[in-house]
C-alpha cells in the first residue's frame, strides 16, 4: 500500500492543512494518520474465506469502517472466488505478487512449487462458467494499483522500492545498506505485507514483534516501517489471524481466532493445492 507526500502544502481529506511529521507533531495534532479516526489494515489473505470472515467480523465489532489491504487476496487457499468478493468491498486494495501472477502468467516463474500449483488452480478456477462474475472479478484484479499514498503516508505490499515483490524480512534489521534504502523511500510510515511476519522496523535498525511492544505501538515523527502480518497465513508461530488498527497515533496488533482447521479439509480436499498450505495453519508458520 503505497504513500508518500507532497513537499507543498496540500489538505486533507478533512479539510485540514497536511504537514511533514515533524510539523505535525510540533502543531500539536493528535495523529500522523490525519482524517480518519479508526482504520484497519490487512494482508496477505490468501484465499482463507475462514480467516477472512473473522477478521471482518471483528472489525465490524470494533465500528471500524475503513479497510486497506495490502495485498495477496488470493493463492494457497480454497476460497480465491469469495475471498475476491469480498475484497472488492474494501475502500483501498494493493496488488500482491500472488494476485500478479494470476494476471500475468511470466510473473509465476520465480514461485515456489506450492504456490505456483495454488496460482495455477486458481486461474482454472476464474476461468470456469462462471463468465460474469469471474470477468468482474479479473478486472477488479486487473486494476488493482501498486501503491498507495495518503498524506506522508506509504501503502505497499512489498517495500517502498519495489512495492510488489520485495521481502523485507525482521533479520533484515543487520543489513545496514538495504534499510537505509528503504527508509529513504519514505517521508514518515510506510505499511507492508508479503512477509506474513508482523512488527515494527525502525530507523534505528531494531525489529520489534507485536509481543515486544505488547501489541501497541506509537507512532512518532521518526520514519517508520510496519508489517501489518498475515489474515491467511500467519508465519510467526501464531495460528491467528493478524492485522492492525490504525486509532490516531497508535498503531494495534490485533490477532484473531479463527476455525483453521476448516480452511485445511478444504485444502486436504483439492489434489491441485498441496497439503503443506493446510499443515502449516496449524503451527502458524
Not at 41 to 70: M, P, T
Not at 234 to 239: I, L, V, Y
Amino acid at each position: 500500500m503505497g504513500a508518500a507526500c507532497c513537499a507543498h502544502v496540500e489538505a486533507d481529506i478533512s479539510g485540514e492543512p497536511v504537514r511533514s511529521p515533524k510539523e505535525t507533531f510540533r502543531a500539536g495534532q493528535a495523529s500522523p494518520f490525519p482524517g480518519v479516526n479508526l482504520k484497519a489494515i490487512i494482508s496477505d489473505i490468501h484465499s482463507n474465506l475462514e480467516a477472512l470472515q473473522a477478521v471482518l467480523a471483528d472489525i465490524e465489532k470494533r465500528g471500524i469502517k475503513q479497510i486497506i489491504c495490502l495485498g495477496d487476496i488470493i493463492g494457497y487457499g480454497p476460497n480465491p472466488k469469495e475471498c475476491i468478493d469480498l475484497a472488492m468491498k474494501f475502500d483501498i486494495t494493493i496488488l500482491g505478487n500472488h494476485d500478479e501472477a494470476a494476471l500475468w502468467t511470466d510473473q509465476i516463474e520465480s514461485f515456489n512449487p506450492v504456490a505456483k500449483a495454488a496460482v495455477e488452480w486458481t486461474r482454472q478456477l476464474l476461468e470456469d462458467s462462471e463468465r460474469t462474475r469471474n470477468a468482474k472479478r479479473w478486472d477488479f484484479l486487473g486494476e488493482l494499483q501498486r501503491t498507495h499514498r495518503e498524506n506522508s503516508n506509504l501503502y505497499v505490499h512489498g517495500s517502498p522500492r519495489k512495492p510488489v515483490r520485495e521481502y523485507v524480512f525482521p533479520e533484515d534489521i543487520a543489513n545496514r545498506a538495504k534499510m537505509d534504502d528503504l527508509f529513504s523511500k519514505i517521508d514518515h510510515v510506510c505499511f507492508i505485507g508479503h512477509t506474513h511476519m508482523p512488527g515494527v522496523f525502525t530507523e534505528d535498525m531494531t525489529f520489534k514483534p507485536p509481543q515486544e511492544v505488547f501489541n501497541s505501538y506509537e507512532v512518532n515523527s521518526k520514519r517508520t516501517i510496519i508489517n501489518v502480518g498475515s489474515v491467511g497465513q500467519p508465519r510467526d508461530g501464531d495460528t491467528r489471524a493478524c492485522y492492525v488498527v490504525i486509532d490516531g497515533s497508535k498503531v494495534e496488533f490485533v490477532r484473531v481466532p479463527y476455525r483453521f482447521e476448516d480452511t485445511m479439509k478444504k485444502i486436504y480436499s483439492i489434489s491441485d493445492l498441496d497439503n503443506f498450505s493446510a499443515d502449516r495453519l496449524a503451527e502458524g508458520r
